[in-house]
């Protein structure tokens, strides 16, 4: 196995050991090639490079001004990189194995009020030209919200895994895992009347020769499916509509409320673990962190003992 080899290995065995989603090999690709790049200015190669070296690019990054999470992310792709190459044996010691990261800013997730909420979902009823842009643009919404699905997996959902007027759907996660979540009842009728317009599409695609989409919300990208680019774009121009500010709202925004709503109201933390397809509950611990934030807003704002006097 040549140098110019380890990196692409090393991601073949990251998608067929581990099941790594694209976008992760993508963003572990990008990392590892900046790496390189920087050794190769220098006159050095990942597999002649030493602890001292490793060091040095992560100072570099920091002199650049890039953020915690990008430093730590980086050091990560990096340390599994060297385990790799010695455990197939391509080098015989890791320079990487001692190196601690920065570590990540905990940052509180931003989130929503369930009034801010229904606006944006008022707002899907009403957005679009025709009328099936409108339902589409409803059962998008009403889908993410009522399951805290990652913007990918609603954009790639196959029409198969929503078909009968389901109580529960599934989802394909990261890696390939499978999860179960059930549907409100409002996500329930906007994904029947979606199926029932998705269902006259797919006749007059059939009627003109053309091979039907296997995914829910298909359009005419190369993808074959809704991007996350357009519906990201989407969900900002409803925030405009509902009068929310389209700062705070992003496919990911939907997902922090629909984790805090059900926290509010009692939800056990593992249930929701199970429902956002988190690996480790300490992922799913941020959310009790927002919810005490939010209660302490509320006793600072409502309290007379809180008021200046």
């Known amino acids: 196995m040549t140098e110019k080899t380890w990196i692409p290995a090393f991601l073949e065995a990251l998608a067929a050991e581990r099941g790594a989603a694209r976008n992760t090999l993508l963003s572990y ?37 890039l953020a915690k999470s990008t430093r730590a992310r980086r050091l990560s792709a990096i340390k599994q990189f060297y385990r790799f190459a010695f455990d197939e044996g391509y080098r015989s010691d890791n320079p990487a194995v001692q190196i601690t990261g920065p570590g990540r800013e905990k940052r509180l997730p931003k989130t929503l009020s369930v009034e801010e909420v229904d606006r944006l979902l008022d707002a899907a009823e009403r957005h679009g030209r025709r009328k099936e842009d409108r339902i589409r643009n409803t059962c998008l919404m009403q889908l993410l919200y009522a399951t805290g699905m990652r913007v990918t997996e609603l954009v790639t959902l196959p029409t198969a895994a929503a078909k009968g007027d389901p109580r529960m759907l599934l989802i394909r996660g990261k890696g390939g895992k499978e999860r179960m979540v059930p549907l409100s009842q409002p996500a329930r009728a906007a994904l029947k009347a979606w199926l029932s317009v998705r269902g006259r599409m797919t006749e007059l695609a059939r009627d003109a020769g053309e091979p039907p989409s296997p995914y829910l919300f298909a359009s005419r990208s190369k993808e074959g499916h809704l991007t996350r680019h357009a519906f990201y774009n989407l969900i900002k121009d409803l925030a405009v509509e509902a009068g929310v500010s389209p700062s705070r709202v992003t496919p990911h925004t939907l997902r922090h409320a629909f984790a805090t709503h059900l926290l509010e109201r009692g939800a056990d933390l593992r249930a929701i673990q199970t429902f956002l397809g988190h690996a480790d509950v300490a992922t799913t611990e941020i959310y009790t962190h927002v919810l005490e934030e939010r209660l302490r807003e509320l006793v600072l704002e409502h309290h007379p003992l809180a008021r200046d006097p």
């Open 29 to 65: 690709a990008r990392d590892l090639k900046d790496y390189a790049d920087w050794l190769s200015v220098r006159g050095l190669e990942p597999s002649a490079a030493l602890r001292k070296d490793v060091e040095a690019y992560l100072v570099s990054c920091e002199a650049q001004g």
